[in-house]
């Protein structure tokens, strides 16, 4: 069974760092990829940056050069620097797993991040 926990959201206030973990356990499978999303109320969920099988990243454009993804085995990081009052969302962690050949998504349960002006 994958399961997905995902910790260090908190309150900071602007222009400040927080670093986001998701850890997943569980046996018998593949982690293809892992990814971060947020959601801010009254908005849809969106991608925040994201890390492939090859270790490739990609980013939103609204935190390209302050958020760095980045994965140690089964866990991924979200390094979030120069936080603005506007990142302030629930961010979930989503990876792709399965078998070698499949993959099938997993969410986590979503860490409060709040940035105070």
């Known amino acids: 069974q994958v399961q997905l926990v995902e910790s260090g959201g908190g309150l900071v206030q602007a222009g400040g760092s927080l670093r986001l973990s998701c850890i997943v356990s569980g046996s018998g499978f593949i982690v293809h990829t892992m990814d971060w999303y947020r959601q801010a109320p009254g908005k849809e969920r969106e991608l925040v940056a994201a890390?492939?099988?090859?270790?490739n990243t990609n980013y939103a454009d609204s935190v390209k050069g302050r958020f760095t993804i980045s994965r140690d085995k089964n866990t991924a990081y979200l390094q979030m620097n120069s936080l603005k009052p506007e990142d302030t969302a629930v961010y979930y962690c989503?990876?792709?797993?399965?078998?070698?050949?499949?993959?099938?998504?997993?969410w986590g349960q979503g860490t409060q991040v709040t940035v105070s002006s």
């Open positions: 989503k990876i792709g797993a399965g078998g070698r050949w499949d993959s099938t998504d997993y």
């Open positions: 890390h492939n099988a090859a270790g």
